[in-house]
């Protein structure tokens, strides 16, 4: 079965302050790996799709990475509208499933 | 990029009555539709996968004659709530991919948030 484990469960940064978003997986043949972000009472919005160990992919002051155990989404100096809960899931070989982690809670503070 | 929206955007109901939940592909065919369910401050559980024109392929422990999806078009697929009882109140949200953007990239709905009294 699938797993996914996102740390920390929370994060608070000064508003400029850098740090990463942690994404451990277990899958059994990795089709891809997806970063989402949510607001609260919205659906998730799609960030990025990885698909093989070493792959790196950015968007604006977001840069995701890929291992064969886990995934970082490093954030640099972000900025208040950054606050949301980023998401990770993995997708396995042969089905369209997606199996989502518990999600990372991150606030930037002004 | 592809949107897909969902109605109602909240519904409160009685104990024992049923939900219907649209949600639809805007500006796209939607072949498959994805039904997740969202518990505070928990991961997104896919409930059911439905293609159209077929039955939909529930998850283990999810039960299908209490959780109702009907994919009659390429842009629609509902989620009826059966006999709502005060545990089924969750996040609902729909995902749909989209076949001219590969079939990799999810695009979800703004979800429904259903509470049962």
């Known amino acids: 079965e699938d797993q996914v484990t996102q740390s920390p469960e929370a994060l608070r940064l000064q508003e400029g302050e850098s740090s990463s978003l942690n994404c451990s997986y277990t899958?059994?043949?990795?089709?891809?790996l997806f970063w989402y972000r949510q607001d609260p009472g919205k659906g998730p919005e799609f960030l990025f799709t990885l698909y093989s160990a070493g792959e790196e992919k950015e968007k604006e002051r977001l840069k995701a990475t890929l291992t064969k155990k886990e995934s970082f989404l490093h954030i640099t100096a972000p900025k208040p509208e950054d606050s949301a809960t980023y998401l990770c899931?993995?997708?396995?070989?042969?089905?369209?499933?997606?199996?989502f982690g518990t999600g990372t809670r991150l606030t930037i503070i002004p | 990029g592809a949107v897909v929206s969902q109605h109602p955007s909240w519904v409160i109901c009685k104990s024992g009555t049923s939900v219907k939940i649209e949600c639809r592909s805007l500006d796209f065919q939607a072949t498959t539709m994805f039904w997740y369910r969202q518990f505070p401050k928990q991961s997104l559980m896919l409930m059911a996968t439905?293609?159209?024109?077929?039955?939909?392929?529930?998850e283990q422990g999810v039960e299908k004659d209490k959780f109702l999806i009907n994919h009659a078009s390429l842009t629609l697929s509902t989620l009826t709530v059966t006999s709502a009882h005060p545990e089924d109140s969750s996040f609902y949200i729909c995902s749909t991919t989209w076949e001219g953007r590969g079939r990799d990239e999810q695009f979800f709905g703004p979800g429904t948030r259903l509470t049962v009294l």
């Open positions: 439905s293609n159209e024109g077929s039955k939909a392929t529930y």
């Open positions: 899958v059994s043949g990795l089709r891809g």
């Open positions: 899931a993995v997708q396995g070989d042969g089905n369209e499933k997606l199996t």
